[in-house]
């Protein structure tokens, strides 16, 4: 059974990332990767194809992305086929009995200095912080998929993305990246065994991921001063040994967008198991995400920061959500 995801990037003042993740229920941290990493500096072969941080080398890997220090690492691939498999499994086992929930979310958000003429004026150079009610929805749909919807609200009930100007939230959707490996999603990606690290006090197998764009059906966009371009997404992802949940989620631009002046937009992802009071069942859940990104007038980082899930019930729906 074949499902689709559609990411959307919108621009506020400076920039704003926004998802909806859309899963199928049968077959979407460590540091922020420095501006200088070799993940974000696609490299060119002889033939002047691209060739990204997929090959590279291991300790290349381990330059660019300081999360994987420590792993062992195995050049073999026998154990591919059957990580992933037992990946999709449980995301196709979660996704059924994963109930409406509620959590608080807290945002803090920094943007490096910028030129006196980018757009957004001194505001968008200010940092913020803002806490916020976050809404994961799951709706059911009579093709067996399930579509996963987020929203948030401030401490008035209003809609994020409304009622903060220069404080609303950039960063939408990207704790939902774990859909990416779903069974029916897989086909769209490379992957290649790293081998195994302990991360977060648990045994990991680790994996490296690329889209291909030929073959990804609907990818994220990137929309920015009335320009809009897709993105596609290359990273590393670390695996629970008992379980095979997904414990750690890094991820990186395919390629730079030059029209867009994008050479960064990378993504930290933390999961935690989360047992949710009243409700008999433990998930992994999104503990931390941070964003970075950057069009050439300074780093822009914002750090997401979830915390006390609960069930939301339909009778006490959050005023401004849909």
């Known amino acids: 059974m074949r499902c689709g995801r559609k990411r959307l990037a919108r621009a506020l003042p400076a920039v704003a990332i926004g998802a909806m993740a859309l899963a199928c229920a049968h077959p979407v941290t460590a540091q922020i990767a420095p501006l200088n990493s070799p993940f974000n500096r696609p490299l060119t072969t002889a033939s002047g194809e691209t060739q990204t941080y997929f090959e590279f080398p291991v300790q290349r890997l381990k330059d660019a992305v300081p999360a994987l220090k420590g792993i062992k690492y195995d050049p073999s691939q ?27 979310e807290d945002i803090y958000h920094f943007q490096s200095p910028r030129g006196p003429q980018a757009a957004g004026g001194l505001a968008n150079a200010q940092p913020w912080s803002r806490e916020f009610k976050y809404l994961i929805l799951c709706h059911r749909n009579a093709n067996g998929s399930t579509t996963i919807e987020e929203s948030r609200t401030d401490a008035k009930g209003r809609a994020a993305d409304s009622s903060g100007g220069f404080t609303a939230p950039r960063g939408y959707g990207f704790a939902y990246q774990w859909l990416f490996f779903s069974a029916a999603n897989q086909p769209e990606f490379r992957f290649r065994y790293l081998g195994q690290q302990e991360k977060g006090g648990r045994k990991t197998f680790v994996l490296a991921f690329a889209q291909e764009p030929g073959k990804v059906s609907d990818p994220a966009y990137f929309q920015s001063e009335g320009k809009t371009a897709p993105f596609y997404f290359q990273g590393v992802l670390w695996v629970d040994q008992a379980s095979f949940n997904i414990v750690a989620l890094h991820s990186d631009l395919l390629e730079p967008l030059p029209d867009l002046h994008l050479r960064q937009l990378t993504t930290e992802l933390a999961f935690r198991s989360v ?7 433990v998930f992994w859940l999104p503990s931390e995400v941070d964003i970075s990104t950057d069009q050439g007038a300074g780093p822009v980082e914002e750090n997401h920061r979830y915390s006390d899930y609960h069930l939301f019930h339909a009778e006490a729906r959050i005023v401004g959500t849909p």
């Open 78 to 104: 026998e154990q591919l086929p059957a990580i992933l498999a037992s990946v999709a499994k449980t995301i196709a086992d979660v996704l059924p009995r994963l109930p409406d929930l509620v959590s608080r």
């Open 275 to 281: 047992p949710i009071h009243g409700y008999d069942a």
